[in-house]
Structures are given as structure tokens and as C-alpha cells.
């Protein structure tokens, strides 16, 4: 994995873990006052729904890229057991354990017991977890991985190693094609909610991994602290396509779910995705009935959720991935499912 990204984005999550280590109350005050107060409380309701219908009453749960711990009471409330929680952020760990504590302070009946550790090798080494979880998660941080073929595909090398035949891995990252789409050929796209800019020059356009881009949505963790509107620093991100992952996932035996049961999940993303394994974000907020701005919504509909099931113990056979598969996946603008053809800007 590349170390300058990953020392950049470090630097992003430890800048914002040490400002917000505030009371309960005060966060709670800080992101009800932010501009983005209407996306984080949506983005936060996908993410509740999408454990209720996939966690709920699990014996043990994998977080990924578990940030400041900001799922905690989402865990709580869908009654699961054990949890690990790993980052590659120092400070953001010490904050989700202290974020832990408390919890267990206003709710000494819950039943989770939750760890969270430091492990900055979670796209260049293969881990010996210990233990094999019903659930895996990562939110809104696989997209990260795409920095290389071989970073992404040791995540779900480890994800494999660690989630029980049966169990679920769940994933909400930005839809390549919708930030490819965003941009529209142009260098920059710049609003008072929401920055992107491409950052993959030089890159091989055929390419399907490394191909960075600049993110940046006010008042969220990915705009970096103390930046000026002209000299917007966001995290460093890359471009995720749907056959590419749907590939990468059916080479460690994992199959995409593509229907969900609830219909208080369902109701969360665009109504054509229904039969869709990649559920495109319909956000509730932007289009005038409220104070946000346009371009809030813009921001959160770049984001789509997935879900994959582990299959049994016999592994199926690889698909190539890294070769064809992908190229394939490529071609196509990277979406399936019957998407049409899009060249790269």
C-alpha cells in the first residue's frame, strides 16, 4: 500500500480523533449545528439498518476501519456480543475506547464487549486474526484500498481469513462512476458542501486500481482541519467500479446479496437498485424542504452500500480478478448490471 497515502490520511483522522475528544453532550451539540448534520444523520441511518438486518443478535462482529468508534450504540442496539474494532489512526482507537467506556456507563446491561486495536497492515499483510466473526464490516473506507491491486485484494484476503462460512461482510464506499460522472471531464468540482478533484494523472487509464481523487464534504472528517475554501485538502480517495469488486470479492468465495429483507433498509436507497446488489444512496434532504444546501445531497449520493456472503468451506472457482475480470469490469465503466459503456475522462 502506498505510505505516503497512508501516512496523509493518518495525519487526516489523528488531526480530527484529537479535536473531537469532547463530552457526549458536546458532540452531540457540535454535529447538530454543522452544515452536514443532515447527511451524517442519514449516513448514519443506513448504517444502523444495514446491521439490523444483518447483524442483529450476532455473536461477533469485525470492524474494519473502525474510525473514532462511531457505531458503538449501533451495535448495542442490535444486541451483538463480541466486537474488534481495528484502524490504522493511533488517535482514533484511543477515542473509540474512550467513546466505549462511556457507553458502558449509560448502558451497563448492554451485552457487547468490544476491543479496539491498532493495525496499520491491513492492505500489506495477510493477519492471523485469532477467531472467525459472523460479520464483517467496513464503512465508508474500502474505497481506500483501491490505492493497488494487491492492497485491495489482501483486505479481502484477510476479510476471507476471518469471516465464518455463512457470515456477511458489509461495505459503503463512493461509486467510481458517480464521481467520474460528478466531475464530468472537468479537473475540479467545487461547491459550498462538497469538493472533488482527480488526482490520477499519470495513472494507467486502463487500470482499475490507484486511480486517486481528491474528497472533501464540510463539516465531515474527510475535509481536513483549518483548510480555506481556496486550498481545499480532502482525504486522498480512489475509485471504486462495481464488476471490479463484485470480481475481487467471487475470488475469496463471496457471493453478493442483492435483495434485502426490511423495507425500513430498503426505503434508504434509489427504488432501481432493488434487485441490485449496489444500493445507490436516496437521501431525504437538498431539494428544498429543508435549511441544507443542493449540494449535500449531491455529496451523498456519490455513496452506495453492498453486502457479500461467505461461502462454504469449498471455495469456488477464482475469477480473475486481476487480469480479465477486471479489465472486463473496466471497459464497461466498471458497473454492471447491465450499465452502459463510459470512457475515463
Not at 20 to 41: N, V
Not at 159 to 183: H, N
Not at 248 to 274: H, I, P, W
Amino acid at each position: 500500500m502506498d505510505e505516503r497515502t497512508v501516512e496523509a490520511n493518518i495525519r487526516l483522522y489523528d488531526g480530527h480523533a484529537q479535536r473531537t475528544a469532547q463530552t457526549y453532550e458536546q458532540q452531540r451539540q457540535a454535529r447538530e449545528s454543522g452544515g452536514a448534520y443532515p447527511l451524517k444523520k442519514y449516513h448514519n441511518l443506513i448504517k444502523a439498518k444495514l446491521l439490523k438486518e444483518f447483524a442483529q443478535d450476532a455473536d461477533s462482529l469485525l470492524d474494519l476501519c473502525c474510525g473514532r468508534g462511531g457505531d458503538i450504540h449501533k451495535w448495542i442496539n442490535c444486541n451483538v456480543g463480541k466486537v474488534l474494532g481495528v484502524d490504522i489512526s493511533t488517535m482514533e482507537i484511543v477515542e473509540a475506547k474512550r467513546r466505549y467506556l462511556e457507553a458502558k456507563k449509560k448502558r451497563p446491561g448492554a451485552r457487547l464487549e468490544a476491543k479496539f486495536n491498532h493495525v496499520a497492515c491491513l492492505g500489506t499483510k495477510e493477519l492471523d486474526w485469532g477467531a472467525k466473526y459472523d460479520v464483517v464490516t467496513c464503512m465508508f473506507a474500502i474505497h481506500y484500498f483501491f490505492v493497488s491491486e494487491e492492497a485491495i485484494k489482501t483486505l479481502f484476503r484477510n476479510v476471507k481469513a476471518t469471516l465464518k462460512p455463512g457470515g456477511y461482510f458489509i461495505a459503503t464506499f463512493p461509486s467510481g462512476k458517480k464521481v467520474l460522472q460528478t466531475l464530468n471531464q472537468r479537473e475540479e468540482y467545487r461547491t459550498p458542501m462538497l469538493y472533488l478533484r482527480k488526482r490520477w494523472e499519470g495513472r494507467d487509464p486502463k487500470s482499475p486500481f490507484g486511480q486517486a481523487f481528491e474528497c472533501a464534504i464540510s463539516d465531515t472528517v474527510t475535509r481536513a482541519e483549518n483548510a480555506s475554501q481556496e486550498e481545499v485538502v480532502g482525504s486522498r480517495e480512489y475509485l471504486v467500479f462495481f464488476n471490479v469488486i463484485q470480481a475481487l470479492a467471487k475470488e475469496v468465495n463471496m457471493s453478493l446479496v442483492k435483495t434485502y429483507r426490511g423495507d425500513d433498509v430498503n426505503c434508504l436507497f434509489q427504488d432501481e437498485d432493488a434487485a441490485s446488489g449496489f444500493k445507490h444512496f436516496k437521501p431525504p434532504f437538498g431539494d428544498g424542504g429543508d435549511d441544507s444546501h443542493p449540494s449535500l445531497k449531491k455529496a451523498s449520493e456519490l455513496y452506495v452500500a453492498t453486502v457479500f456472503r461467505m461461502g462454504e468451506e469449498e471455495e469456488a472457482q477464482p475469477a480473475k480478478a486481476g487480469a480479465e475480470g477486471v479489465k472486463r469490469g473496466r471497459e464497461s465503466g466498471g458497473e454492471g448490471e447491465g450499465s452502459e459503456k463510459k470512457k475515463r475522462a
